[in-house]
């Protein structure tokens, strides 16, 4: 049968393919398919999130604020009470003027402002005294035009001379006598006032004690043709004034003498002040020479030398060179030297102690005859007197 011819033979079975094959096929279908459904899930995912913002603009587009209203914020008037000032009548009060028995009252000269009872000729002449309601007893000495300038430093305006005043002046029984010249006033011929040239002397500005003399010199500067005729002082309130005339002179013969006796203590000695403090001048030298040769004296003035101590008292007290004064013996003050000491200015604890030289300017022509001591005030406190 095997050789028969037009026998048909019977087909071959296909063997299946490999395992391995086979999980890989499958493997890639499942990607495909999970592939697809990534795909499906994320479109519709993104379609959410387009839906969800277009419902959230929508509805932030219709969002309401709820209504609200301010209170009433008024502020009541304010209405300030009326009052008024009573009013204040002070009472009158009049300084009296110095009177001499007999004799008329005559009116004050321009600027015055107190009456004074004067000789009948008219206001006191240059050279005769007048006497504040105080006490203070005044005198001007002269009155000299066309005075040269004391200091270079400081020339006159052109147009204008120095008129120049010696006066002196000794306290009454409650001080005063001050060398301050804003104390001064002049009239001219015209009618005018004649200004006060400051810069002429060292303004000293110290109140005596009851009885202490001063003398001093004051300028004006007067237009060129002008003439003083009048000249007047105040009193250090400015309320008082006293007058005399230019016209008219008497001779002066001899330093003013007060009628109260200035207390003085010998050089030498010490002064017991308040609070039981205690100054020494120990010893008192005319025309010195300087304590530093750098500074001596200006011209027409010498320096006289004091060695001085200074114990402090129950509290703190200030020394210093500025409080030491000399007297000479025709009234003149002369303040200490700007760079002659040795005595430093401080402020003394209790019972502390300093001492020191110091040198005072005077004229050179006049002797000293007193040095004397001010506190901060520059009022006077302890006095000692030469030989």
Avoid: H
């Amino acid at each position: 049968m095997a050789n028969e011819p037009n026998s048909i033979a019977p087909a071959p079975i296909p063997e299946p393919p490999p395992a391995w094959k086979q999980r890989w096929f499958i493997g890639a279908v499942a990607i495909a398919i999970l592939g697809v459904a990534a795909f499906v899930y994320a479109n519709s995912r993104e379609d959410d999130a387009r839906d969800t913002l277009a419902d959230t603009r929508a509805t932030s587009d219709e969002v309401t604020i709820p209504d609200f209203s301010v209170p009433d914020l008024s502020v009541p008037d304010l209405s300030i009470p009326t009052f008024t000032i009573p009013e204040l009548s002070l009472p009158e009060f009049t300084i009296p003027g110095v009177t001499v028995p007999g004799l008329p009252i005559v009116p004050p000269v321009p600027g015055s402002t107190t009456p004074l009872s004067v000789p009948s000729g008219g206001l006191p002449s240059t050279g005769e005294t007048a006497t504040f309601p105080d006490g203070t007893v005044v005198r001007l000495n002269s009155v000299t035009p066309g005075a040269p300038p004391v200091q270079a430093l400081f020339p006159l305006e052109d147009g204008f001379s120095l008129t120049r005043l010696d006066y002196e002046a000794c306290a009454g029984p409650n001080g005063f006598a001050s060398l301050n010249p804003i104390y001064w006033t002049g009239s001219l011929d015209d009618g005018t006032t004649a200004e006060v040239f400051l810069f002429s002397f060292d303004i000293i500005i110290l109140q005596l004690a009851p009885g202490g003399c001063v003398r001093g010199q004051v300028d004006f500067q007067v237009p060129s043709g002008r003439s003083v005729v009048t000249v007047g002082i105040r009193d250090t309130t400015f309320l008082a004034e006293l007058n005399w005339s230019t016209t008219s002179t008497v001779p002066v013969t001899g330093p003013l003498a007060s009628a109260n006796a200035v207390a003085a203590t010998p050089v030498g000695e010490p002064v017991t002040l308040a609070n039981g403090a205690t100054v020494t001048v120990r010893s008192l030298t005319p025309n010195s020479e300087p304590l530093d040769p750098s500074f001596p004296a200006d011209d027409g003035r010498q320096l006289v030398r004091i060695d001085v101590e200074v114990c402090a008292g129950s509290v703190t007290m200030a020394v210093g060179p500025e409080n030491f004064f000399v007297v000479t013996i025709d009234s003149q003050i002369g303040r200490a030297s700007y760079f002659g000491s040795t005595l430093e200015a401080t402020d003394l604890a209790a019972g502390q102690c300093a001492s020191g030289m110091i040198d005072l300017t005077a004229p050179a022509d006049a002797a000293p005859s007193d040095v004397v001591l001010s506190n901060e005030l520059t009022i006077e406190v302890a006095r000692w007197r030469v030989g």
